[in-house]
């Protein structure tokens, strides 16, 4: 069963628009959340976190949104630009070793 | 900067063969972290070591065995390979250990290893 589900396989946004990947997740006890980027034959890469007790956390272009009601998180990248075209990873932690990984998003972004 | 380095990049091995994954983490990063990613699904967690302990198990398959070795690089072992265990594995690096996450740390991960199982 899906902890953490990412329900768009692919995105596809114009360079320099806003870029917004959704997560949501079920499991009450994830306290931190993360979001990793991965190219091809790499290994993906932390992009940026947050914490239960907070409802955003920025990052230069990225910003994470954490709605704890909604059991949901957002990616804001803004503006796009043609270097994030990547897979991104929602992951969740309940505090343990254990980080769970959603199904990425495919990100295009055209120019 | 050092990453995480795994090796080897691509291993063909045929049913019923053994095969071995290495990882060796990033300098003075004391966890190490195994994940499975197979075709069109997120990375799977199977197993993590800290300082040379297993700290936590995932679904980590029967035949799958596990370690960190003194020198904290660590080695992922599978025998009797089936074609379903064909997968990309990832392993990831951090520092802290036990609730190495909720204190803000990162994992960081290699390149992985693609397993092909014919």
């Known amino acids: 069963d899906q902890q953490v589900k990412q329900n768009s396989p692919s995105l596809s946004v114009q360079e320099g628009r806003i870029s917004i990947l959704n997560c949501d997740y079920t499991?009450?006890?994830?306290?931190?959340f993360l979001w990793y980027k991965k190219y091809p034959a790499e290994g993906p890469t932390f992009l940026i976190s947050i914490s239960s007790i907070k409802d955003k956390n920025e990052d230069g272009r990225f910003t994470v949104f954490l709605n704890k009601s909604a059991k949901h998180l957002s990616l804001h990248i803004v503006p796009s630009q043609p270097g994030d075209s990547a897979v991104y990873f929602c992951a969740a932690s309940g505090g343990d070793d254990k980080i769970i990984f959603g199904k990425g998003t495919r990100l295009h972004i055209l120019p | 900067a050092a990453g995480v380095i795994q090796s080897p990049r691509h291993l063909i091995k045929e049913k019923r063969e053994t095969a071995t994954l290495k990882c060796y983490p990033i300098?003075?990063?004391?966890?190490v972290y195994w994940y499975q990613q197979g075709p069109g699904q997120d990375p799977q967690f199977l197993i993590s070591?800290?300082?040379?302990?297993?700290?936590d198990k995932g679904s980590i398959p029967d035949r799958f065995s596990a370690q960190q070795f003194s020198d904290y690089h660590s080695e992922l072992n599978m025998s009797s390979l089936e074609l379903g265990v064909s997968a990309l594995y990832f392993c990831?690096?951090?520092?802290?250990?036990?609730?190495?996450?909720?204190?803000?740390?990162?994992?960081?991960f290699g390149s992985g290893t693609q397993l092909s199982v014919l």
């Open positions: 499991n009450s006890m994830f306290d931190y």
């Open positions: 300098p003075r990063h004391d966890t």
């Open positions: 070591f800290y300082e040379k302990m297993q700290s």
């Open positions: 990831a690096s951090s520092l802290g250990g036990q609730g190495a996450v909720a204190t803000n740390e990162k994992l960081f």
